[in-house]
């Protein structure tokens, strides 16, 4: 539901100051649709946003993989406090300023952003960006979606980026068709930590033909156990590797993945 009573300060080149629901401040650039969303509603996926509060703690260690113009780094950061750490990882240019903004205005030197696509090799990648904040890997599907101004940015593998803190408690994945390139990485981490909860947005459709059952088979081999939350605030249910195989369409599910 909108909200158009909550107060903002228009600080110039597009962008607005304003608190979100969960507390913290956040620059919004109103180009990029999911800034606007926020502003509109003062959050962003309200069947995660409340779920992702319960489980982030003071003291821990969270990874935000794909964390766009920050919402949920600015929430990881508020629950961790200054005992804990944020690693923020964003390639898109778009959203490093005001990011780092909002971590500054709220107070949060534990937010750490790096400016890099996670990936299962250091180097450099294409990626698409366009003038309202949209990122994604350069895929066929993804052509009619998005503007096609290409962007040269760095690419870096996860558990080099995160030290000292390789043992983790919370990693939020959001990427867009990138997420079989970090599993091997990803992996490495989830090794290094004991209990741990993973948000991830699954849509294979993206995942340029990889086949999704070996990837999702190391999760459950893990010790993990898979929920779909859905986006109409029901709940969550589990989901089988046969659920997710068959998981084809163009509508993403949301994943919780929870080893205790």
């Known amino acids: 539901m909108f909200d158009l009573t909550r107060p903002y300060v228009y600080v110039g080149d597009h962008t607005i100051l304003t608190n979100l629901n969960a507390g913290p401040a956040m620059f919004l650039d109103l180009r990029d649709p999911v800034c606007m969303a926020i502003y509109l ?39 961790v406090g200054p005992t804990g750490y944020v690693h923020a990882f964003e390639p898109n240019p778009f959203h490093h300023r005001n990011l780092i903004k909002s971590a500054a205005l709220n107070g949060y030197a534990h937010v750490l952003l790096h400016r890099v696509m996670v990936s299962d090799k250091n180097g450099e990648e294409v990626i698409e960006t366009n003038g309202d904040g949209g990122s994604s890997i350069v895929y066929p599907q993804l052509a009619p979606l998005i503007k096609p101004t290409k962007t040269k940015v760095r690419k870096a593998v996860l558990k080099e980026l995160i030290v000292p803190h390789t043992k983790v408690d919370v990693i939020k994945i959001d990427i867009d068709g990138g997420e079989p390139y970090i599993m091997d990485s990803l992996f490495e981490v989830i090794d290094a930590s004991g209990r741990m909860v993973i948000f991830m947005e699954y849509l294979p459709f993206l995942w340029g033909g990889i086949d999704p059952v070996p990837i999702m088979q190391r999760f459950y081999d893990k010790g993990f156990a898979i929920f779909n939350v859905a986006m109409n605030g029901s709940g969550m249910k589990p989901v089988t590797i046969h659920e997710l195989a068959a998981h084809t369409g163009h509508l993403h599910w949301d994943l919780i993945m929870v080893r205790n």
């Open 41 to 79: 509603t003062g959050q962003w996926e309200s069947w995660l946003t409340g779920t992702f509060l319960s489980v982030v703690r003071p003291g821990m260690i969270v990874l935000d993989i794909g964390s766009h113009s920050g919402y949920f780094t600015l929430l990881a950061a508020k629950q």
